[in-house]
């Protein structure tokens, strides 16, 4: 077994190929991740679509052909052609597959680093994986040394401290822009989890929000809770319905969008003559606003946001570094915590060996009467206790050199010596993918 990633993101992207690769449903999903399931070198998948990435993260039997296969299906998904999506990839597999997975969970890799969103995304995007069966313990593995690889990363670094997305990025940028005048209202269009962000970071620097969405009802809710939260909420957040929206486009001066539609709800026929100066902030993948030339307007996407978001970079830099050397030794970690998981079953199928021994001779003995019937459970307990003995010196020396390079041949012969091979494939596919510490 391989660990395989396929990676897409703003690093080796633009937005264009982002959007077209993006994953807007779960049917689509569960459509893309069955058909490269069918492969036979394909044994587990994880499919994580964000406005930032597109990445395949697998377990596979052979990384040349499990590549080939991925690429296809994201070709026949995007539409885009095969060879330019293997030149625009990255494709890491193995040690250096983890290395990326904890480097992307614990938010090296995001457009904003230290962003708080990605997490959640890579956690619902295994749990949907675990729902349809596309997941087993081997990604489970990893996906959940991940998480704490994560929150050392948090607890050690101050990367996560702070307001850092996409979200708070555009509204940060707003702020700059109308920082000395004031009632001005911003128009939020989206109920999901950015337009949440973005209201609260709104409401936060002292925006009023109107809220658009196609379900009304979803936005209500949204309003009413976040207007719960604080007492100074109140009455900030008004909620228009969707048939307004082109209205509201041409009579607000800053606009914020990031709704989950598949195709852009706002087009050169909806925009209309303004006095001032507009700021469309279009923070969603595929983009909300299309490909729109009108005076006085300007439109920033999420790519444009990358130069602001560098400006800050160095403040991170130097905590970027020790989350980056904790990344490198969770990586050994996990590699060698995998290869005690080998020698678990060992350990194990040489006790119960021994226990099959002891049941078989104290019973042969009790037949032929060299011992007591009513002397058998003593007996039997000082077999156990002397069959312990002797295997624990070889048991701990068997972790240790669960670490080393040789341990799968040594382990292999321990197997065929002792012929417990098969017990130890029965008893690895019955292990629990649970890692030795809470998550």
């Known amino acids: 077994m391989s660990y395989l990633i396929i990676s ?27 058909n490269i399931l069918q492969n036979d070198d394909i044994s587990e998948a994880i499919l994580v679509s964000t406005c930032n990435r597109v990445e395949v993260i697998s377990t596979v039997n052979n990384i040349s052909t499990a590549t080939n296969k991925i690429i296809e299906q994201l070709s026949s998904h995007s539409k885009l052609g095969i060879n330019d999506l293997k030149a625009r990839a990255n494709i890491l597999d193995d040690e250096n597959a983890i290395h990326h997975l904890f480097t992307v969970v614990s938010s090296l890799d995001s457009l904003v680093v230290g962003e708080t969103q990605i997490i959640g995304q890579i956690k619902d995007a295994f749990k949907f994986s675990v729902s349809k069966d596309f997941c087993d313990q081997d990604l489970a593995r990893a996906l959940h040394y991940s998480f704490k690889c994560a929150a050392k990363v948090r607890n050690i670094t101050k ?60 936005a209500q809710v ?17 909620v228009r319905p969707y048939s307004e929206l082109k209205s509201l486009l041409n009579s607000m001066r800053l606009m914020i969008t990031a709704t989950a539609a598949p ?54 830099a130097s905590q970027a570094k020790t989350a980056y050397s904790i990344i490198t030794t969770m990586r050994k970690e996990y590699f060698e915590w995998l290869k005690t998981l080998e020698v678990a079953p060992v350990v194990k199928n040489l006790h119960l060996k021994g ?85």
């Not at 109920?191 to 809220?211: C, N, P, R």
């Not at 949204?222 to 008004?238: A, F, P, V």
Request: hydrophobic fraction near 35%; aromatic fraction near 6%; charge should be negative.
């Open 159 to 218: 990367l996560g401290s702070g307001s850092v997305s996409v979200a708070s990025t555009a509204v940060s940028q707003a702020k700059k822009i109308f920082k000395y005048q004031d009632g001005i209202r911003a128009l939020v269009i989206g109920a999901g989890e950015m337009s949440t962000l973005t209201i609260k970071h709104l409401l936060k620097y002292g925006f009023d929000v109107v809220l658009v969405s196609r379900d009304i009802k979803k």
């Open 8 to 34: 897409f993101t703003h690093k080796n992207t633009n937005i264009d190929t982002r959007e077209k690769l993006a994953f807007n449903n779960e049917m689509e999903k569960e459509i893309f991740l069955r």
């Open 263 to 316: 195709y852009p709800i706002i087009t050169q026929d909806m925009v209309e003559n303004y006095p001032n100066e507009r700021h469309w902030f279009d923070i969603a993948v595929p983009r909300d606003i299309d490909d729109i030339k009108y005076p006085n307007l300007n439109i920033y996407a999420v790519d444009d946001l990358q130069s602001i978001i560098d400006e800050t970079m160095d403040q991170r």
């Open 222 to 238: 949204l309003s009413n809770d976040i207007q719960l939260e604080k007492e100074e909420n109140q009455n900030r957040i008004d």
């Open 355 to 439: 226990e099959s021994i002891i049941n078989e001779k104290i019973e042969n003995a009790i037949k032929k009467r060299f011992i007591k019937s009513d002397d058998q459970e003593n007996i039997h307990k000082l077999c156990q206790t002397i069959m312990a003995e002797f295997l624990h010196e070889p048991s701990v020396n068997l972790r240790t050199l669960a670490k080393t390079m040789e341990s799968d041949m040594m382990i292999g012969s321990i197997g065929s010596i002792f012929a417990i091979n098969d017990e130890n494939k029965k008893s690895k596919n019955n292990l629990q993918c649970e890692i030795p510490w809470n998550q």
